[in-house]
């Protein structure tokens, strides 16, 4: 039995008035019950006891329809103890709901004074929630877990008419304290604006050097591909590869919700396990790949704590939760410095219907500056670059050292990649 | 169906009024309550069954330029009063609460629901899968996954506001969908394929999931052997039905009032323009029963209607939710629409299609001497500002001397809207729709999407062999 349950409070501003305040709070559970290897779910927005009562016959119900699964079952606790994360900021509660709409509508002005050539800031928002969840079961597991998240972000739109672009400035951390919002006005306004004048490339082989908000995007989809679930069933472009070099051996991806410095970080995962570090690539070979309950018993393996859900009205399911790709030795101008040539990818669109994590296929559209002998020329839009996962893995020229913790499962840094194709003019 | 209201009138009424206490210019309280079930067969075996409901109301209060809003699953009088005291905090001034009179608004159902889901038995919809799997294994040998998914809704949801309106609405939904993985020497490829509207389970009266399973089966299959998409610039026809989500993304995002007014969007002041080649007629009709993007009324109260947005190549208007189309002194288009009560609701998309021409489809094939033929697309993307977007490819093949030869590896396609819209040479006249699911500002939404078989002179194409 899983519940969950949260505030949040969310501000936008738009041409210096608070264009729209939210505030909510929410809860719900979400019961599982296995009965010889058959599993029902049910779930309901609300923790009134008659409701839950009423789940967990529906739950107890759904069960009698699946198909009996030896390898459907509850965690049970493996012993593993649980680290000592603090991701509870206070001061979050503290905060007057003034203050939060003073910091949107000071973020707007600041984008839209920052630069002459910003004519309309589309969006500048405050958002935070507090959230906590427990879950607890009949095989003895009992866990619960607590996080604050708080943001700023701003898109501002430079140029006039058909030059037009947005530039996306955000900062996302635990507190209000530790936002930046100085990095947020310069982010989205030197993004918008190193766009101007923007015109499809040529088509040819180029190197890609990626943002590192990309790179994240990137991992994600490899995050995928590492999935136990995807890979028992036969469903990753990695199933059957373990030990295998699949990467340059500059590439050494971990999976560590314990890390602190993650957005996601979490003691215990969606099961209530302990979370615990795991290697799955290193120095390019397939060493593992993350599992839940049900997924490691069909690979014959344990747990490693990586059970995720998307709420208390999913099942848990085997997933990456904090992917970190370990930092190389070069900062961004000098991996820029050492490819000379290239297409520095600022965004990437597309990426659900282009990418496939089975086939491995990779075709996205994107929108950047051109490199030349080093240095950021002329900017480029309405472009697509292609490969497939496979080889932009073996393809890696440069891990970059500038490693950035962003929302979502996976970290991003500058990363460098060669030999992908660009479809332009 | 005779189920009492999600709240009382009376209590409404008082809750508007006190939403309108500290001075709101507009108050509005959007009630929901929506039941589903989700069923997967994934390797072989019906892996879960799962039922759910979620209910709770929003308020809104709007005061100048600024909107509140809190939400809350407590349709008990006193949550939905502690819900609109906090939304009204954005307004500051005094203010007297008042009754606000309401009028039952009535709108036509898209259409009937003959089977609603919760009449129909479990073990009815678990057989779906069982068929679904089976046929797509029988498709052949080297089917290595096949995944079935079924899922119903059904969402009632109410909406009054300060203006007088008092609307209920109640939307059934049913969607089954195939995935499958088919394994060959070149590695593996997938292949999709859904239906989805506005029905109850008589939907499986006219699909069949057999062949349904069968065809996302094939398109696996086909993959195996499909060499890399080229890379550049090519003609590219699409065929009927194949995913309208070209205009969804192409311009129907654009045409958004919340972009237009916040000057983000490529066709800011391009009414009365032409911003398409003169084939091009289209439209967004919530109307159409039981298209995947159909309801009744929007989730601000107002029914749904059929907008013309572009006529023979002529911008005609944008589509407008209530408080944008407020700010320019006109009513809203039925386009005001919310994920759930939690969400505000904004400028969205209902059905979204491209009408009949007059050309043959076999035809335009014919005269196409060399490009790219599309038979399904995937999802698309679009950066409204510059206009440019994405869509991928399920199911595409290479177009040689007017004939459809080899499949080719899914790719991402990318234009600019307005030049893609004009570069249309040919519409044919076998309209079809397809259902999708459209995401804004982090709320999905139902949609559809629709078009006869066409062709664009000229689009590109994101793969990586020479064109």
Known sequence: MYVSRGV?????????????????ASAGVGIRVVDGGRQGFAYAGSLDQAVMTETLAEARDNARFATPDEHVRLAVPDGHVPCDLDVWDEELAATPVEEKVRMALDLERRVRAADPRIRQVSSADYGDMA?????????????????TLCSMSAAAIAGEGADSHTGVGFSAVRGPGDLDPDRVVVDAVQRATRLLGATKARSGRWTVVFDPRVTSTLLAIVASALSGEAVTKGRSLFAGRLGEKIAVPSVTIVDDPTDTRALSAASHDAEGLACRRNVLVEEGVLRGFVFDTTSASRAGTTSTASAVRGGYASTPVAGCRALVLSPGPLDAPAILADVGDALYVQ????????????????????????????????????????????????????????????PGVAAGQTLAIEGMTLSGS | MA????????????????????????????????????????????????????????VRVVVGETTGYAHTADLSEAGLLAAADAAAAVARAGGASRVVPLEPVSAPRPNEVALAPETVSKDRKIELLRRADDAARAAGGAVSQVSASYG???????????EGVLAADDQVRTRFAVTCVAVGDAGMQTGFESTALTLGFELFDTVDVGELAAVAARRALSKLTARPAPSGEVPVVLASGSGGILFHEACGH?????????????????VGNLVASPLVTLVDDGTVGPQWGSFAVDDEGRPAQRNVLVEDGVLTDYMWDYVRARKEGRVSSGNGR?????HLPMVRMTNTFLINGTDDPDEILAQTPSGVYVAKLGGGQVNT??????????????????????????????????EVLRRIDAVADDFAMTPGTCGKDGQSVPVGCGQPTLRITGVTVGGTTGA
């Not at chain 1, 949040?8 to 909510?24: I, K, M, N, P, Q």
């Not at chain 2, 654009?254 to 391009?270: F, M, N, P, R, W």
């Not at chain 2, 994405?390 to 001397?401: P, Q, W």
């Open chain 2, 254 to 270: 654009g045409l958004e009032a919340d972009h237009i007014v916040k000057d983000s969007s490529v066709y800011v002041g391009q």
């Open chain 1, 8 to 24: 949040e409070t969310d501000v936008r501003a738009y041409d210096g008035e608070v264009e729209s305040l939210s505030s909510a």
């Open chain 2, 3 to 58: 189920d009492a209201a999600l709240i009382e009138t009376d209590v409404v009424q008082r809750v508007l009024g006190a939403a309108l206490a500290r001075g709101g210019e507009f108050a509005e309280v959007f009630a929901e309550d929506r039941r589903g079930t989700a069923a997967v067969l994934d390797d072989g075996r019906v892996e879960e069954l799962s039922t759910g409901r979620d209910r709770g109301a929003g």
């Open chain 2, 338 to 342: 919310r994920q759930s009560y939690r």
């Open chain 2, 385 to 418: 500002t510059t206009g440019d977007f994405v869509f991928g490819t399920n199911e595409a093949y290479l177009i040689e001397d007017g004939r459809i030869t080899e499949p080719l590896r899914d790719a991402n396609l990318i234009g600019n809207g307005p």
């Open chain 1, 347 to 406: 965004s990437v669109t597309g990426v659900h219907s282009g990418v496939n994590p089975i086939s491995g296929d990779f075709s996205v559209g994107a929108e950047g500056v051109m490199v030349r002998d080093g240095l950021f020329a002329e900017p480029v839009r309405e472009v697509t670059i292609a490969s497939t996962m496979q080889r932009m893995l073996l393809s890696v020229l440069h891990v970059g050292a500038d490693l950035e913790w962003l």
């Open chain 1, 131 to 147: 959230s906590e969840a427990a879950i607890a079961s009949s095989t003895g597991i009992a866990a619960s877990t607590r996080r």
């Open chain 2, 152 to 162: 119903d809704a059904r969402r009632r949801v109410l909406v009054a506001n300060s």
